[in-house]
């Protein structure tokens, strides 16, 4: 496919996603398969879309001096990944750039359209960019350097320091690395590395997950083995269920369970053996567990759609041996994959989703057994829905005690993690390089 069509398809996708949000791999994935790009075409369309909207604050930026009238949304995003190519991208020069710029303005729009964007970007080309270090307050440079919303950005600050805040927001930019979870009752992990390898697909163990690998090269979504035997799942991610000290046999609810990550890790780990109930809010999110668990082969999991805000209704109290709480959360921890949230989320989005975590948590805290575990997961990064969760809940319960073995059962990488504390770890998007989690066990003492 020439070069034309991915950057027609680039946009098109840049337009959909930075707009309305909702962007993922799958998206992107799709319109591959759709437009049948081949080879390093891939590489580039999914370059120029992820780096377009991780770095499209800093673009704004570069263009704001150049664009004096108000352009139509497309014609925004064209100028925004062809800045961004200009910039970022070394191996296309500039003049190509441009005049694929202007060849899809003319296809798409009037030919003042594209007067305008062949202006603009010849302006850029000659007149080069603003210079960063112009911005002397530092939440400032930081929001518009690495492309974070400033309230977000002072919300970081306020909450784990200047510095740790820019390693996380540079961290963001990064391009995502894919981790897989081994299904250790069909196969095992060195034997599924084995035969990645002669796949040309290589991978290291995890730190964080026994049943981990982390892909250093090659894409495993084309593997023999996937779906039936690895999970395309990020090492964070498995951490959780690894936190939730199981044992076959048991009684475990899984309340926010959908599209089943999590879930079926769970079920691996106990071996296929016990009861494990998984509930989402409607039919067609259970269904998604339900299928990755028939692809997986796992015949415990049994899976309905329910508010787990009244689980009360349906379940005795005292039910449950282990309880996960993977809640529904801002996102904030997986910007490198999901830069769209980051334009999209709002303070009072964090507001309106703690609310619905604490009433959550207080509708499944009665279903735990007297000395049975309780973890609480976000991916997110924000103190209010994660330390101060933990915080409320133990104020209002006696019962309950942050786990202490929790800390010690925490895998040795994770031992000298700035984010531990009293109220569980949190796991910055630096850390591994991985998504940014919050994990915590609580303990309900008889
Ligand atoms: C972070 S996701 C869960 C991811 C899942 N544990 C996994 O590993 O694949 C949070 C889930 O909570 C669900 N959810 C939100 N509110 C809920 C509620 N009141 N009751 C049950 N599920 C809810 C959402 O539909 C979403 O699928």
Not at 190 to 215: A, D, K, N
Not at 223 to 233: K, R, V
Not at 262 to 278: P, R, S, V
Not at 287 to 299: H, I, Q, R, W, Y
Request: proline share 4%.
């Amino acid at each position: 496919m020439a070069q034309k069509s991915v950057r027609e398809i680039a946009l098109k996708l840049l337009t959909q996603v930075g707009e309305s949000g909702g962007f993922s791999h799958i998206l992107i994935n799709q319109a591959i398969k759709n437009h049948d790009v081949s080879g390093k075409d891939k590489g580039l369309l999914t370059e120029i879309v992820y780096g377009t909207l991780q770095r499209k604050m800093t673009l704004e930026y570069f263009l704001k001096p150049f664009i004096k009238k108000k352009a139509d949304k497309w014609v925004e995003w064209l100028l925004y990944m062809s800045v961004y190519q200009m910039v970022y991208l070394e191996r296309v020069p500039d003049h190509a750039v441009i005049n694929e710029a202007v060849t899809i303005a003319k296809k798409k729009g009037h030919r003042r359209t594209s007067g305008f964007v062949n202006g603009v970007l010849r302006n850029i080309q000659r007149q080069g960019l603003s210079a960063l270090d112009d911005i002397k307050d530092p939440i400032e440079r930081i929001s518009i350097e690495t492309s974070h919303p400033f309230w977000l950005v002072r919300r970081w600050v306020d909450m784990y320091g200047e510095e740790t805040t820019r390693q996380m927001c540079e961290s963001n930019l990064e391009s995502k690395r894919l981790s897989i979870r081994v299904q250790p009752l069909k196969n095992t992990v060195l034997s599924v590395q084995e035969q990645l390898r002669e796949e040309g697909i290589e991978t290291r163990h995890s730190l964080l997950s026994e049943q981990g690998l982390i892909v250093e090269s090659g894409n495993p979504l084309y593997s023999q083995l996937f779906p039936s035997q690895i999970t395309i799942q990020d090492e964070t991610s498995m951490l959780v269920s690894e936190m939730l000290d199981l044992k076959p046999g048991m009684k475990v609810l899984d309340a926010c369970s959908a599209p089943g990550g999590k879930t079926t890790h769970i079920a691996e780990k106990m071996n296929d053996e016990g009861e494990l109930l998984a509930y989402d809010l409607h039919d067609k999110k259970v269904k998604l567990v339900k299928e990755k668990a028939e692809t997986l082969g796992l015949s415990m999991i049994k899976t309905k759609a329910q508010d787990s805000r009244h689980l009360g209704e349906i379940h005795q109290a005292e039910e449950f041996d282990r309880i996960l709480l993977d809640a529904p959360c801002s996102g904030l921890g997986v910007l490198r994959s999901k830069p769209d949230i980051k334009y999209h989320k709002s303070e009072s989005d964090i507001v309106d989703l703690a609310k619905i975590q604490q009433e959550l948590l207080e509708a499944v805290v009665p279903l735990l057994k007297s000395d049975g575990k309780l973890v609480y997961s976000t991916c997110t990064v924000d103190q209010h829905e994660n330390e101060h969760q933990i915080k409320q809940l133990l104020e209002k319960h006696p019962e309950l005690t942050v786990d202490p073995m929790f800390f010690k059962d925490l895998p040795g990488a994770c031992q000298d993690l700035i984010g531990i504390t009293e109220y569980g770890v949190q796991i910055f998007p630096q850390d591994f390089k991985a998504d940014g989690f919050f994990i915590t066990r609580l303990i309900k003492n008889s």
